[in-house]
């Protein structure tokens, strides 16, 4: 099947605004996380669902970034009164859950942000 | 969760066998090692994952040795394909609490000519 998509692949916002980033991640998959990745950097986890259920957002930068995953399967992350500092690319992985056998994560393309 | 450390950047040639070490001394006992693999403009990919000894796929080996303080990600007969980062991540195996992937840095490797 389709591995793991984001949209868009490109979001060019201007300083205040607010973005929302789409993950569709593997059907099936019951674990999605958020990372954001700088450049030259590796990437830094967000936050992490189980089904619908938000685990853990511990690496939210700020109360600007919201995650949601209402129905346990399509995530939205939403930055809201963009900053110059959010600039960087967020990957989405979805997995099985963590006790089954496989420990991997499938990656979507990412969404590149730039914050003007 | 285990901290792992690994060289920032390595150099090899086509046709050589690349071995990239991490280290992750507090490694807990239901940990697992996995390793990914980067190229520019891309989400990371899943290279190979193991508890001990040895385990061997049709992209890579994983050496991890009795201690399992580290693990060495061993790519034969490179090409200038294999020029990406390498990451390498602790994962439990079992979590009563939150999980919080650490990617780190990773090794930048690149495959001259």
């Known amino acids: 099947g389709a591995g793991v998509s984001q949209s868009p692949r490109y979001k060019v916002a201007k300083r205040g605004q607010d973005v929302a980033l789409r993950c569709d991640p593997i059907s099936g998959h019951v674990s999605l996380f958020w990372y954001q990745q700088a450049l030259g950097q590796g990437p830094e986890f967000l936050t992490y669902f189980q089904n619908e259920a938000q685990l853990d957002k511990s690496g939210l930068p700020s109360d600007r970034f919201f995650a949601e995953r209402p129905e346990g399967s399509v995530s939205t992350l939403k930055i809201q009164r963009t900053q110059q500092e959010d600039s960087a690319v967020y990957l989405c992985a979805s997995s099985w859950p963590l006790r089954t056998k496989s420990y991997e994560q499938y990656f979507g393309p990412g969404t590149r942000l730039t914050v003007t | 969760l285990a901290k792992t450390t690994q060289p920032i950047s390595m150099d090899s040639y086509e046709g050589q066998e690349v071995n990239i070490t991490c280290s992750h001394n507090n490694i807990a006992t239901n940990d697992y090692i996995t390793w990914y693999q980067q190229f520019p403009s891309q989400g990371p990919r899943f290279i190979i994952q193991?508890?001990?000894t040895k385990v061997t796929n049709e992209v890579a080996s994983l050496f991890i040795p009795a201690d399992r303080k580290s693990s060495t990600l061993s790519l034969p007969r490179v090409s200038l394909s294999d020029t990406a980062v390498y990451y390498c991540l602790v994962v439990p195996s079992a979590t009563g609490g939150s999980y919080i992937p650490t990617f780190g840095r990773g090794t930048s490797l690149i495959v001259h000519p």
């Open positions: 193991g508890y001990k």
